[in-house]
Each structure stands twice: as structure tokens, then as C-alpha cells.
């Protein structure tokens, strides 16, 4: 069955730090899709990032890279020069085709990153 | 594109009522929706998936004749807590998805439900 693992229930920097948020998935298929959602306060879900599994290149965007690893299963977000703003709750998600659950996404248990001013 | 609304965005009823979540794509037609629950600092968990015109598929522990969910057209999917009793409170967020984009699912904004 699939499985994400966010190890890291909460993190704490200071402004302006680099923080990595640790992803790791599990998955019996040779297909799937790999996705980062960040939800603040108010609950809604924001998009951030989706891959494929064929698709082993790191992103950047702004402040935000991803770095994904097939060899270890992992798929880890880092912040640059972190903002305020940029506190929330990140959840790592993973679509297969193996699962009972149809194509419904699988969440790790979410990683609460705390930037302090 | 691609915006999901929930309506209510909270809710506050008496335990043994029903209460009734709509879910409704905006701007694009939904051949699949998905239901998915939250507890306070918890992740998110998938209840169900529906397809339009279909009866939906419940996930193991998840019991149907609790959750009742319709999808009767191609922008809208219900989802109705019935009885409800205080540990159905919850944040419920739907996610809709579109047959030309498999890979892509677009979330609502949520319904936090609080049972009394």
C-alpha cells in the first residue's frame, strides 16, 4: 500500500534561515505523482509543486526548491531565506494506482514549519 | 480556471441532525470528486471518491449510510453528514478533477463542522 512519511511534526527557525522539510514515500507502482500542498490558518489548500515519477530533475521556484530522489524515496522541500509568510503546515501527498482508494491522493501527517521574526 | 467552492465555508449544528455540504467546480466540469476529512492537527484523509452519475466509493472505516454523497451532475458533488454526533466534527474538503487533466485535483476551501 502507499505511504508518506513526513518525519518532522513541527520545525522552528528564525527569519531568513534555510529549512528542508523531509519527505519519504512508498509506493508499489512504477507511476505516480508526487505533490506539496502548504495550508495555512485559514485551511484552505494551496498547490505548490507536482512531479512525476519519470521526472527525477529538482525544481526551483522563488524561494522554494524541491529535490526529489528515486534511489531513496524521497521528495524534500527546502525554503531559502525563510519569511513570516512562509509559516504553515506543509503536507506531502502522493497519487499511485495501487491503492483501494481509486486515484484520491495519500498525505503524510504534515510537517508545522514555524518562522519567528 | 479550475476553482472549487465549498458551501458552507462552517457550520454549526445539533447533534442528531443531517447537515449537507455541496461541493461545486466553477469553471470546469467534474468527472471525479473527492471527499476528504480533517482533524484538528491531523492530515488529511480521503472518505470517498465519486464519480458523476455513479454511486460513490467509500474508503475502508468509512460508512456509507453516514456519509451520504451524491454527485448528479458534472459541478456538483453533496456530501450529507447524517446524525450527526460531536466526534463528526471535522474540517471536510472536497477536490475535484477534471477527465482531461488525470494527474491534477483542485481542493475547495473546506467546511469545518461543529456538532454540538
Known amino acids: 500500500a502507499q505511504k508518506v512519511t513526513q518525519a518532522q511534526t513541527e520545525i522552528s527557525v528564525v527569519e531568513k534561515e534555510d529549512v528542508t522539510l523531509d519527505c519519504v514515500y512508498e509506493t508499489r507502482d512504477t507511476t505516480y505523482y508526487l505533490f506539496w500542498y502548504k495550508q495555512p490558518p485559514s485551511g484552505e489548500l494551496v498547490f505548490l509543486i507536482r512531479r512525476n515519477s519519470f521526472d527525477e530533475q529538482n525544481e526551483i521556484s522563488g524561494r522554494y526548491s524541491w529535490n526529489f530522489q528515486k534511489s531513496t524515496s524521497s521528495f524534500n522541500f527546502t525554503i531559502t531565506a525563510s519569511q513570516v509568510v512562509d509559516s504553515a503546515v506543509y503536507f506531502c501527498?502522493?497519487?499511485?494506482?495501487?491503492?483501494?482508494?481509486?486515484?484520491?491522493?495519500?498525505f503524510g501527517k504534515g510537517t508545522h514549519l514555524i518562522i519567528q521574526p | 480556471g479550475a476553482v472549487v467552492s465549498q458551501h458552507p465555508s462552517w457550520v454549526i449544528c445539533k447533534s442528531g441532525t443531517s447537515v449537507k455540504i455541496e461541493c461545486r467546480s466553477l469553471?470546469?466540469?467534474?468527472?471525479?470528486m473527492f471527499w476528504y476529512r480533517q482533524f484538528p492537527k491531523q492530515s488529511l484523509m480521503l472518505m470517498a471518491t465519486?464519480?458523476?452519475?455513479?454511486?460513490?466509493?467509500?474508503e475502508q472505516g468509512v460508512e456509507k449510510d453516514k456519509f451520504l454523497i451524491n454527485h448528479a451532475s458534472l459541478t456538483l458533488s453533496t456530501l450529507t453528514v447524517t446524525s450527526a454526533h460531536p466526534e463528526d466534527s471535522s474540517f471536510y474538503i472536497c477536490?475535484?478533477?477534471?477527465?482531461?487533466?488525470?494527474?491534477?485535483?483542485?481542493f475547495g476551501p473546506g467546511t469545518r463542522l461543529t456538532v454540538t
Open positions: 477536490s475535484a478533477r477534471t477527465i482531461a487533466v488525470i494527474y491534477e485535483q483542485y
Open positions: 469553471d470546469f466540469q467534474a468527472t471525479t
Open positions: 465519486s464519480n458523476e452519475g455513479s454511486k460513490a466509493t467509500y
Open positions: 501527498a502522493l497519487r499511485d494506482y495501487s491503492g483501494g482508494g481509486a486515484d484520491g491522493l495519500t
